[in-house]
Structures are given as structure tokens and as C-alpha cells.
């Protein structure tokens, strides 16, 4: 079969890979979608150090099931399925509190298993003892059902920040995942969400889509001015950044109201990680900051609910959809911001 494999930083290869077996508590899917994301252009020019290469990439999948290992219950061929990222242990105490986005065990698909820019893949037996593989709903698209993994990464981040009724909502940062916090924070009832980006172009593609109650360059006006002055000085309710900016993050504290709360969503480069945080606002405004790693299985089941009831639509936001021997081109149209959504199509 044909696979999509890193081999070192900048050596991404398209090529023949031998087609996998399901073993015991195992499950093998033909994959249908592999959506493409930013991670995916990281780890192609960095690497990551839980990358043994070679490796198949690949983590936001959808396929459908061609053969059921032994022992494995309540699945048959045929049957359309999604398939988690982030993978828990389901054991550990932070597991057994039923906070598995911050499991310290957490393993994921493309980094320790071999991912889903390939024809075949196989589900491990570590995804199915955590509930992570999931039924797509009849009337969601095998494209739109992978893109509710990162959906469900938007779903913890808002459930973590209580984005809720009468919120104004600041998204920093209008890539793919910047476009479903908008649509997240409408469906939960947000009073006005408010959209933030450095470049006029990206901007412009996003609220086309996703049509925010205002559109603000960053690369042209404050936007902690401007988000002070759309909400009469009282600030954001909530503030998003879904950009590896620490400028971000620091413009997210200044324009946040009071009893604001913060979402870090994007992490920073490891090499940078510090920002300047003003603690005597913290303090007085008693703003919330909070972050976010990955999400759940449960997040990704509720992810395609969203999706299957209409309540957040994905599939307007997938721009381009490629063959697998166009991955490599797709991380550079994801690179350049030139895409909302790319999703491979092996
Ligand atoms: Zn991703
Ligand atoms: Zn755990």
C-alpha cells in the first residue's frame, strides 16, 4: 500500500509500505479521510521526540472498517468509524478522574502508532479500551468526521474557559482551528464573537466563512483597543488564542473584562515559551486563565454530534481536499495559510 511516512526532519516520502494486519483488540480500517493540521507541517520540518522514524503520519482520521482482530466486540466491517489523536492510558490517577486530556501516560496516533496518511491503518488496541474509536452519525462525510478531532480540541478548550450564553467571545487567529472556535462559540451560545489576525488575506478568507460579529487586523489597528472599544471598555468575556503568538497571549489579558477567562489554546515555541503577564490584573479583574492539551474520546464522540445535528457545520471549512501523493504539497499550502481545511483522501 501507500503510505505517507517521516523519516527526518524535511524527509517526508511518499511511498510502499507493506499492508498492516489487525491483531488481537486490534480493528484495520480502510482510510477515507486524513485531515492535515498544523502539527503536520511541524513535525515534517522538525520532527518530534516521540517520533521513532520511519513513521506514518497522520492523526485527524476517518475510514471505514475492512477487518475485525479477535476478540474485539461490537464492531463489523463496513461500519464508517473516527479515530481519536490523543490516546490515555485509562488508568491513571488523573484518568480515573475522568481528566484524560491531561493523562501523563498519553500516547497518540502518527507519533507512537503508525497514522492515517496511508490506505490501510490499524487501530490499536490501546484506542479501543478508551472508548476512542467512534461510529460517525449517518449524514456526516467521512472529511467532515475527521475533522472532529480537532473540533473536540475547541470543545475542551470552551468547556475549560465556560464559553456559554451571553459570552463575547475574542478568537485570536483564523486558521482552521480559529474558524470551529468561532462556529463552537456561537453554537453555545456566545452573544457576539469577535475574530483577530496578523494577516488582512487570512483574515479575510476566515470571515468569509465563518462571518464573525467583527473581523479585526492586528497587522492594522490594537486589537486590544479595538475589542475595548466593540465592547464599550468592558473587555472580552473570554479570549481564545488559537495562534503560537506569546503577543497573543499577552494582548488576550489586556483586552479581557472582568472575571474574563483566557484560553491558551496554542502552544508556544518550546524554545520561547515566556510571556509578561501584568499579575496585579489577574488579581483585581480576577481573570482566569486556562489551558488546553488535546481532548478526550468523549470530546471527539460529542465533537461529531456537533457536526451530525448541524449545531457546528466543518464541511464548508474543508477548502481543499488532495490524494495521498499530494500530502507533502498540502503541509505547504497549510504553511502558507493559503487553506482553511486540507484533508487527504487516500
Ligand atoms: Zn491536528
Ligand atoms: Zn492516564
Given amino acids: 500500500m501507500k503510505v505517507v511516512r517521516f523519516h527526518a526532519p524535511g524527509d517526508v516520502r511518499f511511498e510502499d509500505a507493506p499492508e498492516p494486519e489487525a491483531g488481537p483488540g486490534e480493528v484495520k480500517i480502510r482510510v477515507r479521510n486524513c485531515s492535515t493540521c498544523g502539527t503536520d507541517v511541524k513535525i515534517s520540518k522538525f520532527g518530534h521526540h516521540h517520533i521513532h522514524p520511519p513513521r506514518v503520519m497522520g492523526h485527524e482520521i476517518a475510514g471505514e472498517i475492512v477487518q475485525v482482530g479477535d476478540g474485539v466486540d461490537g464492531w463489523s466491517t463496513g461500519d464508517r468509524v473516527q479515530v481519536i489523536a490523543a490516546i490515555p492510558c485509562g488508568e ?39 472508548d476512542g474509536l467512534n461510529r460517525i452519525p449517518d449524514g456526516v462525510s467521512f472529511a467532515e468526521a475527521s475533522v472532529a478531532e480537532p473540533l473536540a480540541c475547541a470543545l475542551n478548550a470552551q468547556n475549560l474557559a465556560r464559553v456559554g450564553e451571553g459570552d463575547d467571545v475574542v478568537v485570536i487567529g483564523s486558521g482552521p482551528i480559529g474558524c470551529l472556535h468561532v462556529r ?38 490594537d486589537p486590544i483597543e479595538e475589542v475595548l472599544r466593540l465592547t464599550d471598555g468592558r473587555g472580552a468575556d473570554v479570549i481564545i488564542t488559537a495562534a503560537a503568538s506569546g503577543k497573543a497571549q499577552e494582548q488576550a489579558i489586556q483586552m479581557a473584562a472582568r ?4 484560553s491558551f489554546f496554542g502552544g508556544l515555541p518550546k524554545d520561547n515559551p ?9 488579581h483585581y479583574r480576577e481573570l482566569m486563565i486556562v489551558g488546553a492539551n488535546g481532548s478526550s474520546p468523549a470530546h471527539n464522540a460529542e465533537a461529531l454530534n456537533l457536526v451530525a445535528t448541524g449545531a457546528v457545520p466543518v ?16 503541509f505547504g499550502i497549510v504553511a502558507r495559510g493559503e487553506a482553511i481545511k486540507v484533508t487527504i483522501e487516500p
Fill in 274 to 282: 515566556t510571556i509578561t503577564c501584568d499579575s496585579n490584573l489577574v
Fill in 184 to 221: 463552537l462559540a456561537r453554537a453555545r451560545g456566545a452573544a457576539r464573537v469577535f475574530l483577530v489576525e496578523l494577516s488582512r488575506q487570512r483574515l479575510e478568507m476566515a470571515a468569509d466563512l465563518v462571518k464573525p460579529d467583527a473581523a479585526i487586523c492586528a497587522g492594522e489597528v
Fill in 259 to 262: 472575571q474574563g477567562r483566557i
Fill in 92 to 130: 491513571c490517577a488523573e484518568c480515573e478522574r475522568g481528566r484524560m486530556t491531561i493523562c501523563p501516560n498519553q500516547v497518540s496516533m502518527g507519533y507512537h502508532f503508525e497514522g492515517g496518511f496511508a490506505q490501510y491503518m490499524v487501530v490499536p488496541r490501546e484506542v479501543l479500551k478508551v
Fill in 315 to 330: 464541511a464548508d471549512l474543508i477548502t481543499h481536499r488532495l490524494p495521498l501523493e499530494s500530502a507533502i504539497d498540502a
